[in-house]
């Protein structure tokens, strides 16, 4: 079955970095858009970026934009963000999504925190 697995969150500084990654598995990987999606404490989930599949068009939230880069590895079936510049707003949970088939797929989520 389809599982994505998220990794890389933490707690990190104001003003830094952090690579978030997503492995994903039980599926053609390369054929399906992969999103990322973020949730505040309080607050409804909303979309970061987006990656697409054939053409690697990206998306970004008007928020991160120029921020955070949203990347691929087809062969890794992996997608990626890398995330600077890091804001205390950033904080929050970080999900893995695809749109696979039929299903709305998710992962379990990585907590990135953001605080000096």
Do not use: H
């Not at 990794?7 to 390369?30: E, I, K, M, N």
């Not at 053409?55 to 062969?75: H, P, Q, V």
């Amino acid at each position: 079955q389809v599982q994505l697995v998220e990794s890389g969150g933490g707690l990190v500084q104001p003003g830094g970095s952090l690579r978030l990654s997503c492995a994903a598995s039980g599926f053609t990987f390369s054929s399906y858009a992969m999103s990322w999606y973020r949730q505040a404490p309080g607050k409804e989930r909303e979309l970061v970026a987006r990656i697409f599949s054939t053409s690697g068009l990206t998306n970004y939230a008007a928020s991160i934009k120029g921020r955070f880069i949203i990347s691929r590895d087809n062969a890794k079936n992996t997608v990626y963000l890398q995330m600077n510049s890091l804001k205390p707003e950033d904080t929050g949970v970080y999900y893995c999504y695809g749109y696979v088939g039929t299903r709305d797929c998710w992962g379990q989520g990585t907590q990135v925190t953001v605080s000096s």
